[in-house]
């Protein structure tokens, strides 16, 4: 596994989020930072960025040095950096370890981006859960006030940056980039219509590039070794690593950072030691439960990129690989899921607020056994009716889970029905 | 953490006013730092009262059915008392896999309640959460706004009772 350390370099270092630690011993120490804002023009910075080609990681995988091209030159606000810490997708948990482990390469990161962008002002959005993580990464910023690295004319330089933790409050769809900006602005996390897209108007009118913690966590690495170096990993398409994070019925569960390409089974088998006990695979949801769900059979012979998963039908996403053996009841496990998203609809959009709920309620006649005939259709009628209907895409993300259940599992969801009318 | 005692003045303490007042240069508007605000009165009071909110509001000159809109919004600004050690156990697919509807189960047991009642001395309210992000080391379970006690079992959720009583 060793060659694939550009995310999780540091976390093997002790009391790597000291900033006495990151600067003696750890990547990049600031010195990345440094030579980039004392010596290189922004434009440049992005450039760099769009052609190694790096892409979101926070779930969409659009190309991140593309989005920042998207700010106005002749923009009258000053532009906003958001990090999007808000990690809430199920299956994911690579960006709270990121906040706990390496604050200061997610903070480096972070100042090159902004200057890139000559933002002046930058926010680090960690959902409120995150406790221990919020304390570490405001503590990993005072640090670099104190160390000059931020605040006024930073590597002295006259360029400045202010940047502080701003904490959610519980709620998934403020991982969605405008409900997230609507939060920071003091409101319901409801999310907005695009366009106008944030780097045109965002929060507070402004500018506003918001990118995944991964995301920026991966620019330092760029900056410091380069175009080529950066794409000496990965595919065409998605180059790099990227971390992926493991749940469920594997003997080793955890976050494995790894070249974009990765075959899905030998994560599976290899790295994450095979399914716990000895059982064998029934089904894996590959990026995030948001994801389509794939057989066991689709997943032992697909691999991990954005293109390679969107070609067996499902997505990379955020890379939560949820892993499901043969003990899993289907129906049972897409209950747990449609509950998870009627929650968290932000209930703006009809289809959505009455449809997540909607979905909810059959699927959990289905765990009763008090499906009625026809029950089937009726949850892809719906499906059909919240796709491509709403603001954001909570409403896309909560359909997939259903949708691919009930394609590639739809015998489980029948014998309930039968069971229910005594057959 | 004090009691929201409707002759009480609410007002942040010493603690909570230097650190209202060291955010707000941050952002562009008073009404940026609502949430803030609110984390701070939600750490001091334990909940968000009608009380509170209508001091948040008039703190950050909003008006309080905006303070309203924004606490019902957000699952962690609960607007009922909770216990003094809310236990949030996560319910979603990860955790479930390994094993998180025997925690609640097991909780609900030893502490005498269903998930959403708070014990009658007031100690303890049980909770069930979506995804806490912790999804490798289910099943999980937050108190109160602590580090996450991971990789439960059964001996360790005693552990963790034991060592709150």
């Known amino acids: 596994m060793e060659g694939y350390r550009r995310l999780k370099h540091n976390w093997t270092i002790p009391r790597a989020w000291d900033i006495e630690v990151y600067r003696k011993r750890c990547k990049f120490g600031y010195e990345t930072a440094r030579k980039v804002v004392t010596a290189m023009e922004p434009a440049a910075v992005t450039e760099i960025v769009k052609q190694a080609g790096l892409r979101g990681r926070g779930g969409a995988g659009f190309p991140t040095g593309v989005k920042w091209g998207f700010v106005p030159k002749d923009a009258e606000k000053p532009t906003y950096l958001i990090n999007n810490a808000d990690e809430g997708e199920p299956g994911t948990f690579k960006d709270r370890y990121i906040m706990e482990l390496d604050p200061h390469q997610m903070i480096e990161g972070m100042i090159i981006a902004a200057f890139a962008l000559q933002a002046p002002q930058a926010y680090i959005y960690i959902r409120g859960e995150l406790g221990l993580a919020a304390r570490r990464v405001q503590a990993a910023i005072d640090q670099a006030y104190e160390a000059g690295f931020l605040g006024k004319g930073i590597f002295g330089t006259d360029y400045s940056l202010d940047m502080i933790v701003h904490r959610g409050a519980g709620a998934y769809v403020c991982g969605e980039e405008t409900g997230l900006i609507s939060s920071v602005e003091g409101k319901r996390g409801n999310p907005r219509l695009k366009p106008p897209f944030p780097a045109v108007v965002g929060a507070f009118g402004a500018p506003t590039i918001v990118n995944n913690t991964e995301t920026l966590t991966s620019i330092p690495f760029i900056l410091e070794h380069g175009v080529e170096a950066y794409r000496e990993h990965g595919t065409e398409k998605s180059p790099g690593t990227k971390l992926f994070t493991v749940s469920g019925h594997v003997e080793k569960p955890g976050v494995y950072e790894l070249p974009l390409g990765f075959p899905l089974k030998e994560l599976l088998y290899d790295v994450c030691g095979g399914i716990r006990g000895g059982r064998k695979l029934k089904a894996v949801i590959p990026g995030g439960s948001s994801a389509p769900v794939l057989t066991a059979e689709e997943a032992e012979r697909t691999h991990l990129d954005y293109e390679s998963l969107m070609e067996v039908g499902s997505m990379l996403g955020s890379g939560g690989v949820i892993v499901m053996d043969d003990t899993t009841d289907m129906v049972w496990a897409l209950k747990n899921l449609t509950h998870f998203y009627a929650h968290e609809s932000c209930g703006q959009c009809t289809p959505c607020r009455e449809g997540t709920r909607w979905m909810d309620d059959i699927v959990r006649r289905f765990h009763e056994n008090r499906a009625a005939e026809g029950d089937i259709e009726r949850l892809l009628d719906i499906c059909d009716s919240m796709s491509g209907t709403t603001i954001c895409a909570l409403s896309d993300a909560a359909v997939f889970p259903v949708k691919s259940f009930l394609t590639k599992f739809r015998e489980e969801f029948e014998q309930r029905i039968q069971r229910g009318t005594g057959g | ?165």
């Not at chain 2, 014990?119 to 109160?144: I, M, R, Y």
């Open chain 2, 1 to 165: 953490m004090e009691t929201s005692d409707k002759h009480e003045k609410i007002a942040f303490n010493e603690e909570n006013e230097r650190r209202f007042q060291k955010l707000l240069p941050h952002y562009p508007t008073r009404e940026a730092a609502l949430i803030p605000a609110l984390h701070l009165a939600l750490e001091q009071y334990g909940y968000v009262s009608r009380e509170v909110m209508a001091y948040v509001a008039e703190r950050l000159d909003v008006p309080l059915s905006k303070v309203l809109g924004v606490a019902s919004f957000y699952t962690m600004l609960n607007m009922d008392p909770v216990g003094r050690y809310h236990i949030q156990v996560c319910r979603t697919l990860s955790c479930a896999l390994r094993g998180a509807e025997d925690v609640v189960a097991h909780l609900e047991k030893r502490l005498g309640i269903k998930v959403g009642e708070t014990t009658p001395d007031g100690k303890f309210t049980l909770s069930e959460v979506e995804c806490l992000a912790s999804c490798g080391s289910g099943p999980v379970l937050q108190v109160n706004n602590e580090e996450y006690e991971e990789n439960l079992t059964l001996e360790k959720i005693d552990a963790i009772l034991d060592r709150l009583q």
